[in-house]
């Protein structure tokens, strides 16, 4: 028998093959979508300002406050100031914890089916843990300390799976992360031919390709741009998208989740994106179009 990993003996993956979380999936995703609806609360809550995922960088807030609360409670339950502390702490991670869920939700609602459905799961663990974390805080500012840290171990224990779950949907399932990250090491940035240049249509998007990386080309005019076809969000085919002004700055929207790159710059206009899109220096050489790169755009 071969290795296994403790992801595959707890069957996470085969969460995302159970359609029947579908029946909840769906009715969530639309409140969600319906309550960040405005462009400025998506964007803040994907963190496209910040060119990286919001939800990620709260979690830490909040699983470190619950889980320094568990040291002290292990190490010096009640003892100088201790208890005050750890409560303090306990507080610290529920409050916390309500930016957290917002802004996972918010991601969560642009995944794909499959990952939905493993996403499902990791909330409604980390609501358990919070639900548990808010019973230990209540019990602990009545002066009941032992019941709190009694509550706050079984809190952290729930938690502890829920993180794992939610770390495996981002590394083993890619939510989240860039999805051309790779294409800087795969190329080789010296010219290549993509084509000529009166075979491209004016102010329509056109697919081509430098061995196995899938480049849209767009003409406007005279000139051309040139960035990675697949979407850093989860690799939506740009090429399929639309021309559109996002920000005073002229895009081309992803067909998928409806991000918004700066044509001339690969920049990120609008989430749920938040890598930019890598692009290419291009020329035009006796009527062929040459692009070199990768070139990291502006995020």
């Known amino acids: 028998m071969g290795w296994r990993n403790l992801a595959d003996d707890l069957g996470v993956d085969r969460l995302g093959e159970l359609t029947q979380l579908d029946r ?51 190490l010096r339950p009640g003892r100088d100031g201790s208890a005050a502390a750890s409560t303090a702490l306990v507080a610290t991670g529920v409050a916390s914890a309500v930016p957290t869920a917002a802004a996972g939700l918010v991601d969560w609602a642009e995944l794909h089916e499959d990952q939905q459905r493993i996403g ?19 019990a602990r500012l009545r002066g009941r300390h032992q019941v709190g840290r009694q509550i706050a171990y079984a809190g952290v224990a729930l938690g502890g799976v829920g993180a794992m779950i939610g770390g495996h949907l981002s590394f083993r399932w890619a939510a989240g992360v860039n999805h051309n990250e790779h294409v800087f090491h795969v190329l080789d940035g010296g010219w290549h031919d ?44 740009l090429h399929e998208g639309a021309l559109s002004t996002v920000n005073g700055v002229t895009c081309l929207v992803c067909p998928w989740h409806d991000s918004a790159f700066a044509v001339d710059d690969g920049s990120v206009q609008r989430g749920p994106a938040t890598a930019p899109q890598p692009r290419f220096e291009v020329r035009v050489l006796g009527g062929v179009v040459q692009v070199r790169g990768p070139l990291r755009a502006s995020s």
Request: charged share 20%.
């Open 120 to 138: 499902l799961v990791h909330a409604a663990i980390n609501v358990g843990a919070l639900t548990l974390y808010s019973a230990s805080l209540v």
């Open 194 to 237: 993509i084509g000529r240049f009166d075979e491209l249509d004016d102010g329509k998007p056109s697919r081509r390709e430098i061995g196995e990386v899938a480049l849209v080309a767009l003409r406007r005019r005279d000139r051309v741009d040139v960035l990675v076809d697949r979407c850093s969000h989860l690799s939506g085919p």
């Open 24 to 74: 909840i999936v769906d009715p969530v995703r639309a409140v969600v979508q319906r309550a960040a609806k405005p462009p400025a609360v998506k964007d803040f809550l994907h963190g496209t300002w910040a060119g990286h995922p919001l939800h990620p960088a709260l979690a830490q807030l909040t699983v470190g406050a619950w889980v320094g609360a568990a040291v002290l409670d292990l």
